[in-house]
């Protein structure tokens, strides 16, 4: 309650998701259901509070349909971070019904429960700060308390204490976000350009209302290069409904109100104030649309007769199934990432945000190629995009390209030198590269500019025991973990340099207290150690060391392959498939996973098969190295050395600095007869990876040949 959480001010909501943490820990069901538990919850209070206020069962029951299921309300619903959508409006509704109460009875207790519902929901999500203009409509439709101005006067009076508390929180939640950096500045986003989309996005929201497609969890702003003809439009558009609204106002006078609350519940998120980059947000749609509803459900006559009832159920029903369609296909895409964000760049233009999200995912697939294309598209649509630089460069230097990834990480440095994200990147790079001097620099250059992020000096910390200055390693892990005391990996990363150092009994009690916190760091451990038996040649531990770790985190998808991996190079043909099957299982597009069944059914002799499935995945994924590396196998193994060899050039078209299919496209040539291609390829395998001795053996018996071969013509010089 005195603390600011990333930019926002909601400590009710934080307070909710703790509970969620206590009840169903990091299992997602339950928190969805929750979420889905509040929505039902405001959709019955709504039927019963516009039921009780208007005595229109019908007109009611529409409005709490189109709350219930309408597309635009997935966004709150199916975000377990939105909770604060759902339960600031609980708290709203309810207010909204005991003022009802309230001016019934004149009892203190509903004016009580009142106010405190109003607090909870100032507490959950400032956004209800419109709360007491709510009041006042409901006092002009349907309660109608507000018949004449000298009416006015006594129902604000009434409602000062309201006025108060949305100021308050007002201030509150401004100095949050300014804080943490979310207000952008005028410079940043002209009022002109602020107002001119704030148009924009009350129009663009009633399209969505009417017609629900192209979707989207981020609208890029525009900038300045607002369509300014579409600014016109909507303009026209709302100046049409405002006019004929007022004009109808006593004849049909839930026009003016409808309007007004959808007008008016929107002002605090429309961008005047503009926070993030977003344009607009189907969130902050959650309750101003109730306004839409309310003007629609209302313009429909009262079914009175048997035969309006019929027509009026007809159409419920329809509208029903076209809504749950809709909803439907809108929930599908909250999957997961990949299907959202791929979803949110087809349905906007120039969606860097989803892109990046996009290219992040590729890259966790392994399609490292289609991934760098995504960041390199990104950068030529946004040349400045500090994120993809630095995401390509740090991609870059992954794969082994590190002089051109380290290009790209200096751009992101030049263009946000204050980045502490960007320095510790170019200092694991360097690092990386075992050129510990100029790494030390940069991570000391991120403590210089952000000394609170604990990174930074874990970064440093495993620089430090590198170069064996273990006193120096510990003062820094210890520094990260007073910045972060739950930062874990620190924690155990201290518990191993402790044990170096010869202090068993102080790494004992960091052992423990990891164990008991985070127990899937554990299995992380066990997974290095695993990796050290494997380069080690000691197999049989290495494959004992893999099974703890996974029964600890059974989702330990590289623990898993590289067990796999193991597995087949044993010759346990059975075992190896089943773990590979495993991963499909809980990650069905992990392109690895295929490629190593491939690699199983050829171990086994089984190449027709090998080829159909490898053929199967290559066609799901085109842009695949590692698949067409593995088709090239099962073709070399097959004796069809023209269509390993195409096959091992699309690899390393696709990932040129793969030693392994430089490797076998060079082997593939030398049996073709093609020496001096197969010299380049085989010459640029053992510069990519000098320590392998079968790339050095296959080089030197490729060199003496294609000298014999020389001799043999006549044609051998130095």
């Known amino acids: 309650f005195t603390s600011f959480y990333s930019t926002n001010y909601h400590p009710l909501t934080l307070l909710a998701h703790i509970l969620d943490y206590r009840l169903f820990g990091m299992n997602p069901t339950g928190h969805h259901l929750v979420n889905l538990i509040l929505h039902t919850g405001n959709t019955l209070i709504l039927f019963l509070l516009l039921r009780e206020m208007t005595g229109f069962l019908w007109q009611s029951f529409l409005v709490a349909l189109l709350f219930a299921l309408h597309p635009l ?10 909770r604060k959508d759902v339960l600031s409006t609980l708290f709203l509704f309810l207010g909204l019904y005991f003022y009802f109460r309230y001016k019934k009875t004149k009892k203190v207790l509903d004016y009580t429960i009142l106010t405190l519902s109003y607090i ?11 709360f007491p203009f709510l009041l006042l409509l409901l006092d002009y439709w349907p309660l109608q308390y507000l018949k004449s101005r000298s009416d006015l006067k006594p129902l604000l009076k009434e409602k000062i204490p309201f006025f108060i508390l949305s100021a308050a929180i007002s201030v509150v939640t401004f100095l949050a976000q300014r804080a943490g950096g979310a207000v952008s500045s005028l410079d940043a986003i002209p009022l002109t350009v602020r107002l001119a989309n704030a148009l924009v996005a009350y129009s663009q929201y009633l399209i969505h209302v009417f017609l629900p497609t192209g ?8 900038g300045r290069d607002i369509p300014w003809g579409t600014v016109l439009l909507s303009v026209t558009l709302l100046f049409l409904i405002s006019h004929l ?19 008016g519940m929107l002002v605090p998120v429309i961008g005047i104030i503009q926070v993030g980059m977003q344009a607009m947000a189907d969130r902050y749609t959650y309750v101003p649309i109730v306004g839409i509803f309310l003007l629609f459900a209302w313009l429909i006559p009262n079914p009175e007769k048997r035969k309006g009832k019929i ?14 369609v809709q909803t439907q296909r809108q929930v599908n895409y909250w999957l997961n990432t990949e299907t959202l964000f791929s979803h949110a760049e087809a349905a906007t233009e120039k969606n860097i945000l989803a892109k990046l999200h996009v290219a992040a995912e590729l890259a966790k697939k392994g399609l490292f190629s289609e991934a760098q294309e995504k960041y390199r598209e990104i950068i030529g649509i946004s040349p400045v995009n500090v994120q993809a630089h630095y995401a390509l460069g740090m991609l870059l230097v992954s794969r082994g390209q590190f002089t051109e990834g380290l290009k790209y990480l200096k751009k992101a440095n030049n263009l946000q030198p204050d980045s502490a994200t960007v320095r510790n990147g170019l200092g694991l790079a360097y690092m990386g590269r075992g050129k510990l001097k100029a790494a030390e620099e940069f991570f000391q250059g991120a403590i210089k500019v952000k000394p609170q992020i604990p990174d930074s000096y874990y970064h440093l910390g495993k620089l430090y025991e590198r170069k064996k200055l273990f006193a120096k390693a510990r003062e820094a892990y210890e520094e990260a973990l007073r910045k972060k005391p739950d930062f874990h990996e620190v924690r155990l990363a201290l518990a191993n340099l402790l044990l170096r150092m010869g202090k068993k009994d102080e790494a004992l009690r960091a052992f423990d207290t990891v164990a008991e916190k985070a127990p899937h760091l554990i299995s992380t451990a066990y997974f290095n150690l695993a ?6 040649g000691l197999i049989d531990q290495a494959i004992n060391t893999y099974t703890q770790a996974l029964s600890i985190s059974p989702y330990h998808t590289e623990a898993r392959r590289e067990m796999a991996e193991l597995l087949l190079r044993e010759g346990k043909i059975k075992e190896a498939l089943s773990q590979y099957r495993e991963i499909l299982k809980f990650k069905p597009r992990d392109v690895l996973a295929e490629v190593g069944i491939g690699n199983v059914y050829l171990k086994e002799g089984k190449t027709a098969e090998a080829l159909t499935h490898l053929e199967a995945v290559v066609r799901k994924y085109p842009q695949s190295a590692p698949v067409h590396l593995a088709l090239g196998h099962v073709w070399r193994e097959k004796g069809e050395l023209v269509k390993a060899k195409e096959a091992y050039l699309r690899c390393v078209e696709l990932s040129p600095n793969l030693p392994e ?3 076998y496209l060079g082997l593939t040539l030398a049996d073709l007869g093609k020496r001096g291609e197969s010299l380049f390829y085989l010459q640029k395998a053992l510069l990519l990876r000098p320590e392998e001795k079968r790339f050095k053996e296959a080089l030197q018996k490729q060199l003496r040949n294609l000298g014999q071969h020389r001799e043999g013509t006549g044609k051998f010089s130095n």
């Open 311 to 324: 027509f009026f159920t007809i159409f419920i029903l329809l509208l029903t199934l076209l809504l749950g």
């Open 531 to 536: 990796r050290s038996y494997a380069e080690s």
């Open 120 to 130: 909870l929901g100032l507490l959950a999500k400032p956004m209800v700060v419109t």
């Open 661 to 663: 299919a430089c490797y």
């Open 215 to 222: 979707l989207s969890i981020f609208y890029p702003h525009p």
């Open 245 to 263: 609204s007022f004009r109808l106002r006593r004849e049909k006078p839930f026009l003016l109100m409808g309007w007004l609350w959808y007008l």
């Open 73 to 82: 309300h997935v966004e709150s619903v199916a975000w377990v971070s939105e």
